[in-house]
């Protein structure tokens, strides 16, 4: 299914647009239109002040989302997917089924979004903790990113373009699957050593070169042509926790080529960094 994924701030007015996806793809299009929405899943909005619950419901939108996307009927997922290195899971996932995607940014202030918040009904509100929380963490989406592009911006007054997403979808071409979003067998032992091994590398590299670098400064990456600017001062606790989490996520996208697998390491580690 070709996959639109919509994203915004808290009660930005996703669901609502959604459904007008909905609408349109199956009476204009024709197409059948598969929505898979946050708010089937989270029966109290409570669980955006528990990181651990946070995080599955994140695992249980993507499994659900890796079982319905095909290259045939049309796939809305709605949810706030604001954090960009779980954007670029689900583009891969996109990718590795040769389907069409596109990103959906409904760009609601968060002074209207809250307004909106307190229309609902009581058990369907925001905490002011979490919706302020949820706020401060968004990190929005930006077109020159392949996995938000092509990216589609809408404000509350603005009518959705239709014809440009629908366009988006189904007379683009899907970005070809390469060793890097495939999901193969993982059977090689040599694959799991290299990857242990470039991994350490590159996190090595980045903690040694903060020693003698300054803020602005780029560091290469071994087996890699990538570069890596230091924005900030990054902790190696911080770097270890991504690296556990990339070791997961490539163990069922293996690749037999170390700069590939340096190349993926990269991308993951800079998508994931706030």
């Known amino acids: ?12 007015g996703k669901s ?11 009476a204009t299009v024709g197409k059948n239109v598969v929505l898979l929405s946050e708010n089937e899943i989270v029966k109290n909005k409570h669980i955006y002040s ?7 419901l994140r695992s249980t939108l993507k499994s ?18 604001y954090i960009k290195g779980y954007r670029y899971e689900l583009y891969c996932s996109s990718k590795s089924n040769k389907t069409t995607q596109c990103t959906l940014h409904i760009d609601t202030s968060s002074e209207q979004a809250w307004k909106q918040n307190l229309k609902r009904e009581e058990n369907c509100q925001y905490s002011k903790e979490n919706f302020d929380a949820l706020v401060m963490r968004y990190e929005a989406p930006d077109g020159r990113n392949r996995w938000d592009s092509p990216l589609f911006t809408i404000q509350p007054e603005d009518e959705l373009p239709f014809e440009e997403i ?14 890097s979003t495939q999901s193969l067998p993982l059977t090689s032992t040599n694959f799991l050593y290299e990857l242990d091994c470039v991994t350490q590398e590159i996190v090595n590299r980045v903690v040694e070169a903060q020693k003698t670098s300054v803020i602005g400064d780029e560091v290469s990456i071994p087996n890699s042509t990538e570069k890596f600017l230091l924005k900030r001062r990054y902790q190696l606790s911080e770097l270890s926790r991504i690296r556990r989490q990339f070791i997961s996520f490539a163990k069922t ?4 080529d170390i700069p590939r697998l340096a190349a993926m390491f990269f991308q993951y580690l800079t998508s994931h960094l706030v």
């Open 253 to 256: 996208h293996p690749v037999d």
């Open 50 to 56: 528990d990181a651990n619950k946070e995080k599955e």
């Open 64 to 81: 659900e989302l890796q079982r319905l996307i095909s290259q045939d009927d049309v796939l809305i997922l709605d949810g706030g997917n």
């Open 1 to 12: 299914m070709p996959l639109i994924l919509l994203t915004g701030f808290p009660a930005s």
């Open 166 to 179: 629908a366009a988006a979808l189904c007379e683009r071409k899907a970005p070809a699957p390469n060793q």
């Open 16 to 26: 609502t647009r959604a459904q007008q996806l909905k609408e349109y793809f199956s």
